[in-house]
């Protein structure tokens, strides 16, 4: 019945949301088949440092990601980026297992001479048919939203590859756009209301920004561009992922990008960047819940910053001099001398968005007309030959030189050292052979040797960021010399005019945040994106990970961990049979023996599962089964599964089916386990509905229990009664209820297991004899276990008296 109303509610639920009438209207297709399979929404707030991740948290800048973590258990772990520290190269690595697909986010490649920067769709295209046939791509069979590269994802959207002005509105026609605005009339009255303040603020900090004499145009700029990626984009993805997730979408992946653009332009620790994240947070909010409502696919959710920023300092502000002529000066001698009058340099980012975003529009318009209108007003030129010339490129605190000609080690050392010295560079490493070298105040270094010296001592990720600045330096693309604003102990330089900066080795740029469910978090002190594509991959697969025993579990006399659960038969509430989520709640819990009921074995009804054997099978845990009924073609009972040996006892009856028409026939099954403090005895059963029947159940379960005399004993429970019961004051005489004694009871709120979703009763219980002292008794109301069966386990941790 809780279930039947449930799925009911759900489909209501649906029925009325707005995800659910945008598929309609814009006639995407839904999947067959996918009800109750496992799927993923992969979540980046894109610049997010680990430092300033905490910092919000305390502050009260992301309330539902705190939750996630405090009411969840959503683990929350440092990301290191890789090298370089910025999103093309860390989205390659986690969509296509590739480490430093490119060098930087603006480079010369070299096979053609093209000056590459990854806000061009060619430029991001080239890189993916490069990383193409290097295994499958992790977005195949999904969607991706505002990231730089598709991931293999058949539908993206706000996506570098492949972008063009079509693409923003492909899927729109008049007709589908006007009834779409009428059913969010709501969301977009929101929308213009968020859109009003944010602009009211960027109007504040544009006048802060005049007062510090900031550059008036590009003030100006930033105000259209803070209100269009602050909210019309973020609310463009909202909705994107909420119809992907009423169509059952396998995996989502979707990047926020308001913090990191903010944090460029006012700093990553700054009031409005921070301001940015409580519009992202409550944007991941409303998906969870979403996800949550799902109908389609069981979804799990990863969020994580792809990297941090460093609060730098611009090298325009520092240097009366730009960066290109104080590098020509260094050249004016020695063997490049010849070629120090003709350095090709970089523009800034916004010059160069500007430029190429507005010839996109211009070509787009009209086809070849656009196309001319852009070449008359140059805007379809052609850009400048790097060859036979020196080229800087430096969007950011990372840049490369390249030359027109080879140099020896001696020419190299001495470009290097003036580059430092003359041009006030801060670091500048090269390639030789197999060696990499670095080059900073404190002098010359072996990169894999000095990485102390060059990166500092106290550097989170030191080795790990060595050894992948040395593979960035010997990348086919990267420059001849490797230029970085990361100096130790200093703040950081960038070579754009920007506050916030990313994309070299710093402390903060190369350490983002990763928050997922605790079955996916693993052992590992931190990830890198390679390693969170494979839990993704895990979490698609319904795969467990750190599978092992709770720290401690094997000491002398430790701890244990006892559960019991009703698993109705792995039915979950929103209606899909889903033994692998019962193992996720199960896991979560890291139990050392499990007391099962309503386990189904063989049967029709669920397919044919061995239940328990899958669900030990992903636990890594013994299990006895109990066949209680033969019915549907296979067995219904009780199980126990745990991580110590098991040896079957006794098992038997309550009650008999033909004394009580109509009724369940109830039995236990009572084990021995063979634990690391000791032999431990544990019975499970599960009692009848009426009271008449628990009755005579009690007095059978009562005398099964005399001969167990002083052994140490466990008694896991579904009572079907509540705490006033005789059969609970009958056995509560002869055992102590753990919840009691626990933490349950010293909460000061009346313990509930039923049902899971809005729990009122308390039928399931565990019962330990004197031997066992509670140092702990809660029930599980995570949201997975709220949804995986229609009880909430009970879990005690239990210890041998005197240990």
Known sequence: MIVRFETLRRRARTFFS????????????????????????????DGLSHRQFRRALAEGRLPFLKSLIDKQKFVAKPFYSGMPSATPAVQAELFHGVKTAVPSFHYVHRAT????????????????????????????DGTAYSDIFSGGAPETHFC?????????????????????????????????????????????????GLIARHDLGRELKFVFTR???????????????????????????????????????????????????????????????????????????????DHGQESAISDGDLHETPLHLRIMEVFAVGPLAEFSRDLLAWEGPLAYLYRRGRAMLLKSADGSGGAGRAEAEGEGEEEESTAGRIVLTAMGPLGHIYLPKPLSLPDKLMYARQLVARADIPLVLFADGHRVYGVNRLGTFDLLEGEAELLGGDHPFLLEVAADLHGLCRHADSGDFVISGWQPGCRPITFAAENGAHGGPGCEETRGFVLLPPDLAGSL???????????????????????????????ENPSIRVVTYNVHSCLTLDGHLAPHRIARVLHNLRP??????????????????????????????????????AMDGGHYGLAVLSRFPLREVKYGFLSRGSAHAGRERRGFMWVEVEGPAGRLHLLNTHLGLTPAERRLQGEALLATLRPAGNRPMIVCADLNAGPRSPIYRNLATRLTDVSMAGTVARSGREPATFPANYPFLRLDYIFVSSHFET?????SDQDEARKASDHLPVVADVRFRGG
């Open 18 to 45: 707005h995800g659910w009438w945008g598929v309609r209207i814009l006639r995407r297709s839904c999947p067959v088949g996918v009800a109750g399979k496992p799927g993923m929404i992969v979540l980046q707030i």
């Open 113 to 140: 001479g093209r000056q590459c920067v990854m806000y061009e769709a060619e430029c991001a295209e080239e890189v993916v048919a490069r990383l193409a046939g290097q295994g499958e791509p992790l977005l195949r």
């Open 160 to 208: 570098i590859e492949g972008l063009s002005p079509q693409s923003l509105f492909r899927e729109f026609r008049r007709r589908r756009l006007l009834l779409l605005a009428l059913i969010h009339l709501g969301k977009l009255l929101r929308i213009a209301g968020l859109g009003i303040l944010e602009f009211l603020l960027a109007i504040v900090d544009f006048c802060r």
């Open 227 to 305: 209100v269009g990626v602050c909210i019309v984009l973020r609310e463009l993805i909202r909705f994107h992922v909420k119809m992907d997730i009423v169509r059952g979408v396998k995996i989502i992946h979707a990047n926020f990008v308001g913090y990191d653009e903010q944090a460029h332009r006012r700093g990553p620790s700054s009031y409005f960047a921070h301001w940015a994240l409580k519009g992202i947070d409550g944007t991941i909010r409303d998906i969870y819940r979403s996800a949550r409502a799902a109908n389609c696919r069981d979804y799990r959710m990863a969020i994580y910053a």
């Open 525 to 555: 002190p931190y990830l890198r994106p390679m390693d969170l594509g494979r839990k993704i991959r895990w979490g698609l697969e319904a795969r467990l990970s750190n599978r092992g025993p709770r720290p401690g579990s094997l000491e």
């Open 592 to 629: 050392d023996i499990v007391a099962l009921q309503e386990v189904d074995q063989g049967m029709e009804r669920t397919r044919g599962q061995d239940q328990a054997a899958i669900i030990a099978l992903d636990l890594e845990m013994h299990s006895l089964f109990f066949p209680v009924l």
């Open 775 to 779: 140092l702990r008794a809660t029930i």
